[in-house]
């Protein structure tokens, strides 16, 4: 294993300069740019991790460990209270971990200083991290550990799902009940995962022969408003299908309240599913029950925990990279395809 000395040695600074750059001091110490470049690039080409236990503790003497959360403070906010469910067993069982909840603006996690100094904590878990993100997590070097929460990187140890094979089982369950012509209800894809979710359904629908048209792909935004407003679009328009495959269970919901609204049966006229990612028991208790591809976030928010844990406590950066599955639960709202089209139906 690599030694700071020997980073110090390749770079040509001092063990001091290594130190201030590695711990992300540089600015308020006025370490050029230049410097700085020269010490990532012979951390990186000797591989170079630093041993967290020579790290003093935020709080002296306190045995305390401290890990940051980095949430994104769009949409998903509200999800935070199932990420931290997930975490709450572990938790509960370590009185000596402090867990710190920091909220940052989507592609705005450069700008957060407290993860780039790294001086309040042992270990940081990123959620939700946009492209640029990813970008800026790739481009530098932390002196601690960092997992990525549903997002991939060569560089990170991550825990995440496959977000095609969740669009793909999505088309599997549609066509299972008979249902060759559906329309998706999308928000915009800001995010990759998105993206590929969405086309692992319609590369599932292309192979089976029933190919989506754009005509057929309705935008959204991710809340109950934006489903409800997708759904009236459909049928005012009369867009003939019998099913709607939705990005989000609030897509979903809102959907269904259009459906009620016009007095068409669920599922008998018209069949839901959706990528489960909002609270599993609204979906379970909602009228009718929604049908989703579940996005497991206790699962894997407890994962992400016991992976930094891991990765403080082994010191050797050793990377590791975990794919959970996406249970199918199968509820009311998804139910076999029309024989035929009664007067009046899509």
Known sequence: M????????LAGVSLSTVSIVINGQAAERKITDATCRKV???????DYRPNIAARKLRVPDSGTLTLALYWANDFRTTLLSRFLAG???ELAARPDIELMVVTYPTGGLSRQRSLIDGRRFHGAIVANASEADIAFLEERKFSFPVVLYNRESPSYSFVTVDEGKMGRLAAEKLLSFGHKNICVLSAPQKFAYMRERDEGLIAAYQEAGYPIYESRIIETESSLAGG???CRRILDGAVPCTAFYCSSDAIALGALRTLYDRGLKVPEQMSVLSIGNGEPSVAAYAIPALSNIYLPMEAMAEKCLQLILQQIAAHDGALQQIYLDTPVYLRESLGPAPVRQAKGLL
């Open 2 to 9: 690599s030694t700071i000395r020997e980073v110090a040695a």
């Open 40 to 46: 990532w690039a012979a951390v990186e080409a000797l």
């Open 87 to 89: 975490m709450q067993r």
């Open 228 to 230: 409800a407003a997708a």
